[in-house]
Structures are given as C-alpha cells and as structure tokens.
C-alpha cells in the first residue's frame, strides 16, 4: 500500500534565541542516548551522548537532559544560529543490545534570521 | 581523521536485481552499522557487524544481508529489490560494540524502479 510520511513536529526560532527539542524514548531498559542532526541531503551527524547514569551533560552550546522517571530526553541548543536548521533526532540503545539504536521520528528546527 | 564513507552515492536499479553497497567506517573503529531510512517508517536498524561477525540484527527480512572484512570495511547486499526498499542506506562506525559514539556516513540514495 501507499507509505504515508512520518508527522514530523517542527520548531521555528528565531536567530540568537535558545531551542528545545524533545524526545520521549520506548524503552526503560535504554542506557545510552544519543542526538543527531541531519541537514537535508546529509548523513545524522553525532551531536552530544548522554548515558543513564547521568541526568545533564553539556558540550559546545548544547545540553542534553535526560528524565528517566519519564523516559524524556532533550536537546538544549543556545544562541540558535541559521545554521542549526535541521532536523534532529534522539537515538536510544538498550543495555546489551550493542550498537542497535532506535530513532524517533525527528524534529525539525527552523532558525529564522 | 576521515570520516565514514560510502559507496556508490547513487543508485538506481530494477526490481529483481541485487546490489551491493559498501563502507568504510572511520580509522580504528571496529563496529559497523547498517540503517534504512525512508519517509514512511524513518530511521530503521538493519544489523551490526563487530570483528567480522554479525552481532545485531533488525526486523528486515534474509534479501537484506551483509558482511564485514578484516580491515573493518562492510557491505551489504539485498537481493531481488523491490519497490518499497527505495531509501537512503546509512552506515555508521563506532570503536567498540557497546556505548561508543556512533558517526555516520552520507549515505547511499537507492532507487528502484
């Protein structure tokens, strides 16, 4: 039968405001969480990690929360710059199940000038 | 340090064939993943192969197969395509098998017709 695409949410910001995208991941068993950005004709590129032992982590104007009460992930982006329009998925990997991730839909991210 | 590559960019074949699609993942990483991606169902584990040995699978049917080479390098190969296997074929390289960042490659755009 015919594909239908996925419902992709959207988030528009303006230049130089903060981002927040959210994720809630399936499984409770996930112990390692990763967050992608994909530019349209591109390949996920590897953003910030985050495993379950931790709650926060920060690198270059990003943070990744992790809730694990809730099975929420997010990705923190500051100063939002044209350039980080794309969309952006969280990854989750279940303990012992090696490198399978599981993705969710995605998000996409218009900076607007 | 080059990233994960892959080979052909682009492809178009008819139903029925086969074809093979190639990766090199980064320089001293082990771990090689295959992903699906397609509008309709997203970003979707295929396998992963670690130390020339398949340690994951996804839920794809025995046309979807692979192997890894002893200097790390991977293909995969599906056989008698079908319309529905149109989609970016991702790979992607880790050091290791079990929480390690993983980065992808470019992809190979498939088209079948």
């Known amino acids: 039968g015919e594909s239908v695409g996925l419902h992709l949410p959207t988030l528009s910001v303006q230049e130089g405001d903060n981002s927040i995208i959210n994720c809630a991941y399936s499984n409770s068993a996930s112990d390692y969480f990763i967050w992608y950005k994909q530019e349209s004709g591109k390949g996920p590129q590897f953003i910030i990690d985050i495993r379950s032992n931790m709650d926060k982590r920060q690198g270059q104007r990003v943070t990744v929360l992790l809730n694990k009460t809730v099975k929420h992930l997010s990705l923190q982006i500051a100063a939002t710059q044209p350039g980080d329009s794309a969309v952006y998925f969280c990854?989750?990997?279940?303990?012992?199940?090696?490198?399978?991730?599981?993705f969710g839909t995605g998000t996409s991210l218009t900076v607007i000038p | 340090k080059a990233g994960v590559t892959q080979t052909p960019r682009y492809l178009i074949k008819t139903r029925g064939q086969q074809v093979t699609l190639s990766c090199s993942p980064i320089s001293g990483h082990r771990s090689v993943s295959w992903y699906q991606q397609t509008p309709g169902q997203g970003l979707q584990f295929l396998f992963e192969?670690?130390?020339?040995?398949?340690?994951n699978k996804g839920n794809f049917p025995g046309r979807f197969s692979g192997r890894q080479f002893s200097n790390s390098r991977s293909e995969m190969n599906v056989s008698t395509l079908e319309l529905g296997d149109s989609a970016l074929y991702l790979c992607?390289?880790?050091?290791?098998?079990?929480?390690?960042?993983?980065?992808f490659g470019p992809g190979t755009r498939l088209t079948v017709t």
């Open positions: 192969y670690f130390s020339e040995t398949q340690r």
């Open positions: 992607a390289s880790s050091y290791g098998t079990l929480g390690y960042e993983q980065y």
């Open positions: 990854a989750e990997s279940p303990a012992r199940t090696g490198n399978q991730f599981y």
